[in-house]
């Protein structure tokens, strides 16, 4: 079974970093893209960017390009999206998802950030 | 990319159907038969119910089908039931040089 696994909610306050995970199980975790999606309070989806972890190929939509870090450990099945500066708009649900032709397939349960002084 | 634009909210009776618009341009939805749909219920991830337009990923009932005409998308759920309560959205492949785009997401209410 595919399974997608994210870590746990955190509260942080602006300026400060996080790195968040996405534990892959089930399948051939460096032969598909992993995306990143942000969902901001009572708003829509969002993608962020996305990751092959075979190579650590990664894409950045614009509106996170310099914002975010996306990587990967393949050596653990882990994707990672990380801050180095949080500000208080980066409150939102974050998830990840397993990707097959553009499309998720597959979606981890989320990872709550709240950032707030 | 802007978002591919969904109308806010649909409704309809139990047993009756619904039907969700997604529009974008040449440039994605027009331009490639990627287009997704996707559920969410309130405090829970997405999850996938239609993808390549028109095909269901295994478990999905179907009362949920897709179609699409020129640069717009459609998702039907025919014989609505509570459960199908949700929100709606959209996503297209864009090109291989961008990521996919979602839609602004659709409230459906069963009344």
């Known amino acids: 079974e595919v399974q997608l696994v994210q870590s746990g909610a955190e509260v942080k306050k602006p300026g400060e970093s996080l790195k968040i995970s996405c534990k892959g199980s089930?399948?051939?975790?460096?032969?598909?893209?992993i995306g990143w999606v942000r969902q901001m309070p009572g708003k829509g989806l969002e993608w962020m960017g996305i990751?092959?972890?075979?190579?650590?190929?990664?894409r950045y939509s614009p509106s996170f390009q310099g914002q975010v870090t996306i990587s990967a450990d393949k050596s653990i099945s882990t994707a990672y999206l990380q801050w180095s500066s949080l500000k208080a708009s980066d409150t939102a649900m974050y998830y990840c998802?397993?990707?097959?032709?553009?499309?998720?397939?597959?979606w981890g349960q989320g990872t709550l950030v709240t950032v707030s002084s | 990319q802007s978002a591919l634009t969904q109308p806010p909210s649909a409704s309809g009776s139990p047993g009756q159907s619904v039907t969700i618009s997604c529009t974008g341009t040449s440039s994605d939805v027009g331009g490639y038969n990627y287009v997704s749909w996707y559920q969410q219920h309130p405090g829970k991830a997405p999850k996938l119910m239609i993808y390549?337009?028109?095909k269901r990923p295994s478990g999905v009932p179907d009362r949920f089908s897709g179609s699409k005409s020129g640069n717009t998308a459609s998702l039907t759920v025919s014989g609505l039931q509570a459960e199908d309560e949700a929100d709606y959205y959209c996503?297209?492949?864009?090109?291989?040089?961008?990521?996919?785009?979602f839609g602004t997401g659709t409230k459906v209410t069963v009344l």
């Open positions: 990751i092959y972890p075979g190579d650590s190929d990664t």
């Open positions: 996503s297209s492949y864009a090109g291989s040089n961008n990521l996919g785009v």
């Open positions: 390549e337009v028109s």
């Open positions: 089930g399948y051939s975790f460096t032969s598909y893209w």
């Open positions: 998802a397993r990707l097959i032709a553009d499309t998720a397939f597959h």
